[in-house]
């Protein structure tokens, strides 16, 4: 079994940046067959959706409304996904989450971000 912490999230005016990180922690070997990973984020009254997603290739995949101002990268040695977020709107207030790409049942504490002057 997998735990996944989130962190690195925090208070920011339109315009700032953040960079968010996931840390695996548990199991080498479900460590090692993780494939994909995905930040996920879920605003007050809304649905979780996906933010951006990559493969142990590196391949990537963002949401159309983050794509251009926010990058996916992982660090496949510590087993660490990052998520920069540049050019942050209002509308990207909301607590962000990591998990496998397609999700696995099971969510972590996620970490909350706040975009607001």
């Known amino acids: 079994q997998v735990q996944l912490v989130e962190s690195g999230g925090g208070l920011v005016q339109p315009g700032g940046s953040l960079r968010l990180s996931c840390a695996a922690s548990g199991s080498i070997f479900s460590i090692n067959s993780i494939n994909a990973m995905g930040w996920y984020r879920q605003a007050p009254g809304k649905q979780r959706e996906l933010v951006a997603a990559i493969t142990g290739g590196g391949s990537t995949n963002y949401a159309a409304s983050v794509k251009g101002r926010f990058t996916i990268s992982r660090d496949k040695a510590k087993i660490t996904v990052y998520l920069q977020m540049n050019s942050l709107k209002p509308e990207d207030t909301a607590v962000y989450y990591c998990?496998?790409?397609?999700?696995?049942?099971?969510w972590g504490q996620g970490t909350q971000v706040t975009v607001s002057s």
């Open positions: 998990n496998t790409y397609p999700f696995l049942p099971g």
